[in-house]
């Protein structure tokens, strides 16, 4: 495989861990806009035990996984205190917290970045993704589940029918919260570097839209949302130099263009992301879409029984 | 008559400065049906919100089986056998109406190893056939799989009440279950309740329609303004003349019993 692709299937598969470790909280109804913050301390804990003490991945990445956790249970009780856009503004200042910190520590490098001893190769990230995607499955699926969506649906009820949400909602910013630091363990040794910059609020705030405009009622959204998003502007960045060329055809240029500029990618994608929020506010992915297409199986099949 | 099964005790709440009940004491007994009626604003649904601990009363006591329930946080009383619909419905709308059902037996199913296990990813899990089971007896068996947003009203209604009841409680506390239903559905509610009622489940019913009340329940408090100014059989509440007054204003209270006075002498 070319080294193009295995990056992007590296990217790929961390992004979709990414992604769930946000995807819980939000459907519980705890907007997280913190996960940079989540990612960076998954992936400079990984770092750091394997560029000090030469420990091996698995441990490394699981260390990480397990700082950003616990990181993430320790906040969630006062963070989740907050409602609305100020559990939006306190889940940001967190990610804001962690970067200054790292920036300012010399252990970590500060801003000169860290490199990675252990690199590992695309199919790593890929097998992690599909297990951390059936765990996601499984979890939904269970009445945890179940009581993660009614906290999302209606607080006062789900209370009122015996479930401890304040208990839901710290598991699932906690369980969210490592998967973030998985994702970014991940990325320390696909990527043989960190350095803070690449953790920015930006970070944050795609990773969510990946979430919203995926949906957020299924498993499957965040699926949906991380591959649409991560390989678009892939295929953007082939098809918009066609497109460029075709254009220019048209109007009667003969000589060869040059390249388009490279932020059209960011404005088509910035166009498709509003486009959604109006078509599909609930997200591409719906439950009743799920349940529509189970549905229809199920009928087919028991047509062909008939 | 046997010992109440809930009971309130002197019970006042106010909300800022507006006193919304005030002094109102009153028993269910152990397997009543009890009515709570009164005028729009008259304050039951603000009594269900204290039973149910959605709001702490601010004098008074309320007390399950002779203990007091107030220091209990409003997520145990499900629990201890306390179950309610709401006026407005509340069901959770993107969730299926099984799962809806399923969330009410949460708190007969919420320990560690009920919560890790699937309760609908390998075919159906007895909890989900008891909530489909219980969903078929109330007629509902063929909505189990839809999202609860766009069903009818009167069926989310009755969706309300079946997830109340699969918590199997000891009381069952309804906000108006027959508004916006029709009268067909209302008697199969009617008869609906009566079995619940004679399964054992004392039913509390804050309900407007009279004959509803009358042909269901034995016992009726009736609130005005937030006190209580009748509390007897529901055979003689619709003569009592502070209930008339209530409902009816003061002047059409008189007229309703000289009506009344004069069928008698006729
Ligand atoms: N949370 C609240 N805050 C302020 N006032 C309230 C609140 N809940 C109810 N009330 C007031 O209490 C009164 C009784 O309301 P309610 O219990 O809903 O009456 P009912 O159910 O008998 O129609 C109303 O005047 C209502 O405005
Ligand atoms: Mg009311």
Known sequence: ?306 | MSAPLLSLHAVSKNFGGLAVITDVSFEVPQGSRTALIGPNGAGKTTVFNLISGVFAPSEGEIRLEGQSIDALPSRSRIGLGVARSFQNIRLMPHLSVVENVMLGQQARAGNLAGMLTPISLFGRSKWRREAEDLLDRMGLSTYPGEVVATLPYGIRKKIEVVRALVAKPKILLLDEPAAGLNNTETANLRDFLMTISQSGVTLLVVEHDMSLVRSLCDHAVVLNFGRKIYDGSTRTVQDDPAVLEAYLGTRQAEKARTHAEADHVA
């Open chain 1, 1 to 306: 495989m070319s080294g193009y692709w295995a990056g992007i299937l590296s990217i790929l598969a961390i992004n979709v861990i990414f992604a769930y470790g946000i995807f819980l909280p939000v459907a519980t109804g705890q907007l997280n806009l913190g996960g940079a913050g989540f990612q960076a301390l998954g992936a400079y804990t990984a770092a750091y035990l394997s560029a000090m003490f030469g420990l091996p991945v698995p441990v490394t990445v699981g260390v990480g996984m397990v700082v950003a956790g616990v990181v993430g249970f320790l906040i969630a009780f006062p963070i989740l205190r907050t409602r609305g856009v100020y559990l939006v503004l306190a889940t940001f200042a967190f990610a804001e917290v962690v970067a200054g910190t790292i920036l300012n520590s010399e252990t970590l490098g500060g801003a000169m970045g860290m490199s990675v001893p252990a690199f590992i190769d695309w199919e790593i990230p890929v097998i992690v993704a599909g297990f951390v995607t059936l765990f996601v499955f499984y979890l939904m699926s269970t009445r945890f589940g179940l009581t993660m969506r009614a906290t999302h649906d209606d607080e006062v009820v789900t209370d009122l029918m015996g479930v401890n949400i304040r208990m839901v909602q710290v598991c699932a910013f906690a369980i969210g919260g490592a998967l973030a630091g998985l994702a970014g363990g991940l990325y320390a040794h696909s990527f043989s570097f960190v350095e803070i910059q690449s953790f920015n609020a930006l970070v944050s705030i795609y990773v969510l839209l990946y979430v919203l405009l995926g949906g957020t009622q299924t498993a499957w959204g965040p699926l949906a949302g991380a591959a649409f998003f991560t390989l678009l502007p892939e295929l953007l960045r082939t098809v918009l130099p066609q497109v460029k060329s075709f254009l220019a055809a048209l109007v009667g240029i003969e000589e060869p263009v040059g390249p388009p500029d490279d932020s059209w990618r960011f404005v088509i994608l910035g166009a498709l992301t509003i486009a959604m929020m109006v078509l599909r506010p609930e997200g591409l992915i719906t439950r009743t879409m799920i349940e529509r297409l189970r549905f229809r199986r199920s009928s087919s099949a028991r047509e062909q029984v008939a």
